[in-house]
């Protein structure tokens, strides 16, 4: 811990585990550290970045005009999958916010990550650990996988519990709005805050992390059909000579020589599986991947996220 501590105070970067995903830290407010996460990622320099703080008062400092709902969902959510954006104070330079008035805010769910943060006594800005645009790690292992030795150290915490990003939310506007589905459910927002929370999709006027159209994409090609095409479609792709993975539950029909990555029924469970099966697939060389959307209940609307954006064209 004390050498994670040193390695952010003298402006390097420390891969750290968090409840959904491993983000790749950097001293907030150091200019020159952060732009060492836009480096290392390949990530537009426009593209702005979520920062970690160990509790709520920390987070208070980096934000101003915070509305009444940052503090009910702070109280409910935090520590936990949520990021809330708001506008920035003068701790949030642009290198942090990609340039926009406002910055994204989280405290992580995770021991770990946690006690570094107290111990830093700082602010942690950290993007997911992988090359921009691919899937995001949930352990240790992944990182050392995509980023080597572009990471000065790497905290290993084990595998994510969630599995997928945190929700961002904008507090910027009388209505809050979800700019990226993730860990807490669209379902739990309502009824914290006891009203209509709608999605922004594209038509947000505040860029967030995974908002782009292609994003969390491996090296295969991925396609969405529903459940009851699965088996196929897989064996139409199989005729075509393509190398065929199909992810699924156990439940689901696929032909027998297809090869069937098992992921939970439920949507808890799928997100937690999502990124690892994604990268085990892409490790043992399938050409493409066939999924079946969940549906969009629960955690089932961020898998969906993630696997419409992995399955978009890519530039």
């Known amino acids: 811990m004390s050498e994670a501590v040193t390695v952010l105070r003298r402006g390097g970067l420390v891969a750290v585990p968090t409840e959904t995903v491993y983000g790749l830290g950097a001293d907030a407010s150091n200019e020159l550290a952060v732009r060492r996460i836009f480096a290392a990622k390949g990530r537009p320099l426009s593209h702005p970045l979520i920062v970690h703080l160990a509790d709520v008062q920390a987070a208070k400092a980096w934000g101003r005009e915070l509305p009444t709902t940052f503090d009910t969902l702070a109280r409910i959510f935090w520590p936990g999958p949520l990021t809330l954006v708001v506008h920035r104070s003068a701790l949030a330079t642009d290198a942090v916010t990609g340039g926009q008035p406002t910055v994204a805010l989280r405290v992580p769910d995770h021991p770990l990550t946690l006690e570094l943060l ?41 595998p994510c519990a969630v599995g997928v990003e945190s929700t961002i939310v904008d507090l910027t506007h009388p209505e809050p709005r979800i700019l990226r589905p993730g860990g807490v459910s669209r379902e739990d927002l309502v009824r914290v805050l006891g009203r209509p929370v709608r999605l922004a999709h594209e ?81 043992e060389g399938f050409d493409l991947v066939i999924a079946a959307l969940p549906d969009e209940k629960g955690l089932g609307l961020a898998v969906r996220d993630r696997l419409l954006k992995a399955a978009a064209p890519r530039g």
């Not at 949930?138 to 905290?155: F, K, M, S």
């Open 118 to 158: 107290h111990a830093f006594r700082g602010g942690i800005a950290a993007p997911s650990a992988n090359r921009f645009g691919k899937v995001s790690p949930t352990t240790a292992e992944h990182v050392r996988q995509e980023l080597g030795t572009d990471v000065d150290l790497i905290l290993d915490g084990g």
């Open 203 to 283: 038509a947000s006027d505040v860029r967030a992390p995974g908002m782009l159209e292609s994003h969390y994409a491996p090296r295969a090609g991925v396609l969405l059909v529903e459940r009851a095409a699965l088996y196929d479609e897989a064996q139409k792709r199989v005729a075509e000579g393509k190398r065929v993975a199909v992810l699924a539950p156990a439940t689901a029909r696929v032909p027998v020589k297809v090869h069937r990555a098992e992921v939970p029924e439920d949507a808890e469970g799928f997100a937690r599986e999502l990124y690892a099966s994604l990268r085990s697939l892409d490790a």
